[in-house]
């Protein structure tokens, strides 16, 4: 690291002071990266869990009902005498990658619908906005409860549900930062060469705004999950027997004082998973305010 | 930026905090099983108290299937009941007879009946309880045809226009119940009646606490006050037995059966196996006779009954098989021959599933969450994808506003009372009858219809069994009904409470003058 640093006006500040600003940022980085790494680990361990699950996460076996955790099954056993480790690992895959899935969507959704509204403004900005405020004004969970019991319970419907008013903050947030882009003298300078509307979202507006977006995206996981792991819950996600964390909670609320262990393993995962994306978010969200 | 993460973690911690708390509540109780009647709050040493599993609008009894609820909590009684033998018994009446053409019944009310009014019940008001439920239940619609004539105050004579058999058993149905519709004011909330509790509070889908009925013409009443609470959600049933807020409850689950049969010293647990049956229609429009055929050949009950042990007994049959009326069965398990049927019809097993032109062999089991229906959809769906036929499960929120009204379904899971009085004709009416509410899967026809017709009207007790039989093989026959189990009425109760039908099969039966509570 250089011992000394040059600011704007030239003059030579003590070494040690820069230092800790330099410091600090590195150690954001750092934790950014380090949690970046954790992040992608869990998420290929996720992907191929199927593929390394120790015992079948659907066999149901009446001689091994609610076994308590042993070294054959290291979170023990459900009540149909299913692996919970292997039910665990199953249902990684369907709770991680169904949130993404919304995530993504919910932010490709709303960042267009934001950009839309913000660029052009007038009628559509006003309707699609007024959209927008009704959804925020109903209480997100209600809503997705009642929109999935209209729909039935499956996986999709779950997502269909969540993905009503997941994507509202995306419009909101890329709808402001658009407002702010499109009256920057670069993009006036782009309208006087004859850009066409499309060239100037596409190549001066949406690039600037992708990061604010992204991390408001890796913010988001955590709670999509709790969501999707909320409507599972409550049998308005997943169908049986499929493993998902939210309903392996609920499917094995009945035996909690006879198998705790059915409803601690999916939980702890829920916590840990949620945590881990929230922190992540955060740190994404450090270094990009930062920089 | 550090104050944000630092709420959200909060936030996270909070929400984990709740979750945790709520787990370890449920541990806490079973460790105070014993201790639990330091957190009674009884208001008295003589309450009872349960718990009521369905969330109802009225008391009504003669109004849909609230008379179940009434006839439980000790306030409606019937003319005949049915005892823990499942024998006939009189009740409010002292005798039936039918004559010989089998038309006509005299029946005789016991001396001394009176509502919780004091008001005497009569033949008259006998007369007039059946205009209303004829009027207010279309179930009973059948009973305007009777003639019935009042002899004397305590005699009538009911004249069916042609030999009905089953006249009895009718005398015993829970919605026949005797009202005092002069004096009741309020039918939905303050019904007056006979039995030996009379309504004190009511709340619509809610709780209801009724008091001793000190008129009472069946003798003492030994409760001063039962108190039904509201709550449909099995855990609170648990948790509100295992703090002693309630007394006894009945149709407990699996799970809980094994955990009250760990603490003897606390909990008398009784288990009586009910007239109810599990199980599924298999509609004759979406599917194949060849694939019902293999379906109904290749299950394996007592697999599935393994897995809730207590719960239920694996059955095969809509009626006890040592009945008169319940010989006849539909195949028995042969995996062998169930692959041979699919086979002859053209499915070939490819890769572990059953393939016909080119199209993988799939079913779709709807079901819903109550009374362990779901976890048997579940295992069933095991057996049929380790046999070769892809099942997926369709959960839904209710049976009747979905596919039992749509027949949108392959097969659909439900579950009845079959044997409602001590003979087949509910179960015939219900769902064998081409008109009947639970004939859905397309079995109905007019050969079937007549016999049924025949039935109805057979006097001969051989003869009638016979038709039954025939009738029912011929439903089995068509492979359209899956039954699956037996359902046992497992009642638990603290130690020191009595009388509370626990060992009756009929779950419509409940409270009486002789209910003792836990105090």
């Known amino acids: ?291 | 930026m550090k104050k944000k993460w630092f709420k959200r973690t909060l936030g996270l911690m909070m929400v984990a905090t709740v979750l945790l708390t709520g787990c370890g509540g449920g541990s806490e109780t079973t460790e105070g099983g014993d201790g639990a009647s330091t957190s009674t709050t009884s208001a008295s040493d003589n309450d009872f108290k349960s718990v009521e599993t369905f969330a109802y609008g009225s008391l009504d009894p003669h109004v849909d299937y609230y008379s179940w609820h009434s006839q439980k909590y000790g306030l409606t009684e019937t003319l005949y009941r049915i005892n823990d033998d499942m024998q006939l018994e009189p009740w409010l009446a002292e005798s039936a007879t039918t004559d010989e053409s089998g038309q006509v019944t005299t029946v005789v009310l016991k001396d001394g009946v009176c509502f919780s009014n004091g008001t005497p019940l009569t033949s008259e008001m006998v007369k007039r309880n059946f205009e209303r439920l004829i009027e207010k239940n279309n179930r009973f619609l059948y009973m305007a045809d009777w003639t019935i004539t009042p002899v004397d105050d305590k005699t009538f004579t009911i004249d069916t226009g042609a030999p009905y058999p089953t006249i009895v058993n009718d005398l015993a149905t829970p919605e026949l119940c005797m009202l005092d519709l002069d004096a009741t004011t309020d039918f939905v909330s303050n019904p007056i009646a006979t039995g030996p509790f009379k309504v004190e509070t009511f709340v619509p889908e809610g709780d209801i606490t009724l008091v001793r009925n000190d008129n009472y013409w069946g003798g003492e009443v030994i409760c001063d006050s039962v108190t039904f609470y509201s709550m449909s959600d099995d855990q609170s049933k648990l948790m509100a037995m295992q703090n002693g807020e309630i007394d006894a409850y009945d149709n407990i689950t699996s799970s809980d059966i094994e955990l009250f049969s760990q603490d003897p010293d606390t909990y008398d647990l009784h288990s009586v196996p009910m007239q109810m049956r599990g199980y599924a229609f298999m509609n004759s429009e979406r599917l194949p006779e060849s694939v019902r055929q293999a379906i109904t050949l290749m299950i394996d009950r007592e697999a599935i009954a393994s897995f809730m042990p207590g719960m239920f007994t694996a059955t095969a049959t809509i009626f006890d098989t040592d009945t008169d009326y319940g010989v006849a069965q539909p195949p028995a398990t042969d995996v062998d021959k169930a692959r041979a049927v699919l086979e002859a019809d053209g499915y070939v097993l490819t890769n572990g599933v059953y393939m016909k032109d080119g199209q993988p062999l799939k079913v779709t089991l709807a079901c819903y969450a109550s009374r362990n229906i779901d976890t048997i959809a579940v295992l069933l769906q095991e057996q049929l994808n380790a046999f070769g036929i892809q099942a997926e499960i369709a959960l839904k929120e209710d049976p009747d506003g979905t596919y039992m009204t749509d027949r949108d379904y392959e097969i659909g899971f439900y579950r009845s009372i079959t044997d409602k009085t001590g003979d087949p004709i509910t179960f015939l009416e219900f769902a064998v009858q081409s008109s009947g509410y639970g004939n859905v899967a397309g079995f109905g026809n007019e050969e079937t219809d007549a016999l049924i017709q025949q039935y109805r009207y057979e006097m001969d007790e051989a003869k009638r069994n016979e038709l039954a039989n025939e009738i029912m093989q011929q439903y089995y026959d068509s492979y359209t009904i899956l039954v699956l189990n037996c359902y046992n009425r497992n009642t638990v109760m603290r130690k020191g409470v009595t009388n509370f039908n626990e060992n009756n099969p009929y779950e419509f039966y409940g409270v009486s003058a002789a209910t003792t509570p836990a105090n």
């Not at chain 1, 390394?52 to 076994?67: I, L, R, W």
């Not at chain 1, 292997?86 to 990684?92: C, F, I, K, Q, W």
């Not at chain 1, 709770?95 to 993504?104: D, E, H, K, N, R």
Request: glycine fraction near 8%; aromatic fraction near 8%; charge should be positive.
């Open chain 1, 1 to 291: 690291m250089a011992a000394t640093a040059t600011v704007k006006n030239g003059a030579a500040k003590p070494a040690k002071q820069l230092s800790k600003k330099q410091l600090k940022k590195l150690k954001m980085k750092r934790k950014a990266i380090i949690l970046g790494i954790i992040v992608l680990v869990v998420l290929i361990l996720s992907f191929f869990a199927p593929y390394f699950v120790p015992n079948d996460p659907y066999a149901s076996n009446p001689t091994m009902m609610k076994q308590p955790p042993s070294a054959q099954f290291w979170f023990g056993t459900d009540h149909l005498g299913r692996c919970v480790f292997s039910r665990v690992l199953a249902g990684a895959r369907t709770s991680i990658f169904a949130t993404l899935v919304l995530v993504i969507i919910s932010f490709i959704i709303g960042t267009a619908i934001g950009i839309i509204c913000g660029y052009y403004g007038g009628a559509v900005d006003n309707i699609l906005m007024r959209i927008t405020d009704i959804l925020l004004s109903l209480p997100q969970m209600v809503l997705a409860i009642a929109v999935a019991g209209i729909l039935g319970g499956s996986l999709t419907n779950a997502l269909i549900a969540i993905g009503v008013t997941s994507w509202t903050s995306y419009a909101r947030l890329a709808r402001s930062h658009t407002m702010r882009i499109k009256n920057l003298p670069y993009i006036n300078s782009c309208r006087l060469t004859g850009s066409s509307d499309i060239n100037i979202l596409f190549h001066h507006v949406l690039p600037n705004l992708i990061g604010p977006m992204l991390v408001n995206a890796t913010l988001e996981i955590g709670t999509t999950m709790l969501s999707i792991a909320g409507l599972s819950f409550l049998g308005l996600g997943v169908a049986p027997p499929a493993a998902e964390w939210g309903s392996m909670v609920s499917e094995g609320r009945p035996y909690l004082q006879l198998a705790p262990w059915t409803v601690f393993a999916p939980a702890v995962a829920i916590l840990i998973a949620v945590m881990l994306f929230n922190y992540f978010g955060e740190s994404v969200c450090d270094v990009a305010n930062d920089v």
